[in-house]
């Protein structure tokens, strides 16, 4: 009878060894600080409806800094691989930090709430493809390829810990102080904090480089060459880009949604908590996830479920508008940890963060999508035409990878890349 308690502590410890705490320790760290205080993840778009913006003018925001981060994702790529991963990383968030601090005084003010937001979009870019080149690298040149996949489920998990606790945090400031703004200033200050862990003890040791001096032209050239010879990433930025969409529309529409239908303000923190549970166990399982299921059939799973998920919204009660969008959003928290290991492992080296960069213009491109149609579609034609908007988004994504199966590949190299 006492046999599985010691496998699952034997599987305990042999996934916190994969961890390599010794190495990542600042990362998950930094992580864990950032997710524990995103505290405006529930209400900002609430806090700007309360200060007299529109809906539509509220979408605006995060098109905004999407569509400044997508012009600057790739010099920022190429600026990461040539002057450093650890600045670029260290430097977004210190920006992020700034502008958050800020977002309470010049609330009012749109326009000026637009240049904030454009400063987001400048440390957006700067973080994306860096952050995860600065990590995979370091794994490399420590010999520890095998951890990798361990780092994603184990910092999507820390990510979701963080998203359970910094909404009850929130709700507990805002049930406190009566006032949203707090949160920002909070929020703000925590991330500085974050930002200095990475800067004073982060490592970063680079792959490749010494063997010859990197230029944007050898750079570009490399992540071209990339791409044409590994098709199967096309069909990666494709379901991206869908994903990206559907982020997009739940974002902006799950708030006013669930305070439409009779949700109390106070009540998002526990709502909002629990939507990454499942995400948390998923390091313990994501090796049996993947190898018995693989990447295509996983994601497929999860579009299908969605789907009829989204369906059901347009029908169901208040009770069963809950249950569902515990289902939706758990089944969002574990897409990353599934998609950027199987990404990660078939990038070159040298083009790493170029490369992440622009799976994150890709997504940066979508998720603006789910904004505006989302915005549009709440005040033209309610909330049902939003989720019969994602049920199709989500069918499209299983036709999709049902063709990523049947990539034509006519070298090796080709084949290894296709989604299992």
């Known amino acids: 009878m006492r046999v599985y308690p010691v496998l699952i502590s034997k599987n305990i ?6 961890l390599e705490l010794e190495i990542l320790w600042p990362f998950y760290t930094s992580q864990i ?29 995060p098109i905004i800094m999407l569509l400044t981060s997508f012009v600057l994702e790739l010099p920022t790529g190429f600026l990461a691989d040539i002057r450093g991963r650890k600045w670029s990383v260290a430097t977004a968030i210190f920006l992020e930090a700034f502008a958050i ?45 095998e951890a990798i996949p361990s780092y994603y489920a184990a910092l999507h998990s820390l990510i979701n810990i963080g998203f359970i606790i910094a909404p009850l945090l929130a709700s507990a400031i805002f049930f406190l102080t009566g006032a949203l703004h707090y949160l920002w200033w909070a929020e703000g200050a925590m991330l500085f904090g974050a930002g200095l862990i990475l800067l004073m003890f982060g490592k970063e040791k680079r792959m490749e480089h010494s063997q ?54 106070v009540w998002f923190g526990v709502l909002f908590a629990f939507t990454g549970v499942f995400a948390i166990v998923y390091p313990l399982i994501h090796k049996l996830i993947l190898t018995q299921i693989g990447d295509r059939r996983s994601l497929q799973l999860i579009s ?53 960069s622009i799976i994150a213009m890709v997504g940066a491109i979508g998720e603006s999508v789910g904004y505006v149609f989302a915005g549009q579609l709440v005040e033209r034609f309610g909330f049902s035409a939003v989720w019969w908007f994602a049920v199709g988004l989500c069918a499209l994504i299983v036709v999709v990878l049902m063709f990523a199966r049947r990539i034509n590949c006519n070298t090796p190299l080709c084949s290894s890349m296709v989604l299992k």
Do not use: C
């Open 101 to 145: 601090t800020l977002i309470p005084f010049v609330g009012l003010q749109f326009k000026l709430l637009v240049v904030l937001y454009v400063l987001m979009g400048v440390g957006a870019a700067l973080a994306s493809g860096a952050s995860e080149a600065w990590v995979v690298d370091l794994l490399h040149w420590h010999a520890k390829p």
């Open 212 to 265: 010859h001096k990197l230029t944007i032209a050898s750079l570009y050239q490399k992540t071209m060459l990339q791409f044409r010879e590994r098709p199967a990433l096309l069909f990666v930025i494709v379901v991206m880009f869908l994903f990206a969409i559907i982020f997009g529309v739940t974002t902006l529409a799950w708030q006013p949604f669930l305070q439409t239908n009779g949700v109390p303000l």
């Open 304 to 356: 299908i479920i969605q789907m009829i998920a989204f369906g059901l919204l347009i029908i169901t009660p208040i009770v069963g508008v809950i249950i569902l969008f515990f289902i939706i959003q758990n089944l969002d928290s574990i897409k990353i940890p599934i998609f950027q290991p199987w990404f990660q492992k078939h990038v070159l080296s040298v083009v790493r963060s170029i490369s992440g």
């Open 13 to 18: 410890m042999r996934w916190i060894k994969q």
């Open 33 to 61: 600080i950032q997710s524990v205080f995103k505290l405006t993840t529930i209400y900002w778009v609430v806090y700007f409806l309360s200060i007299g913006h529109s809906l539509a003018q509220i979408s605006l925001l």
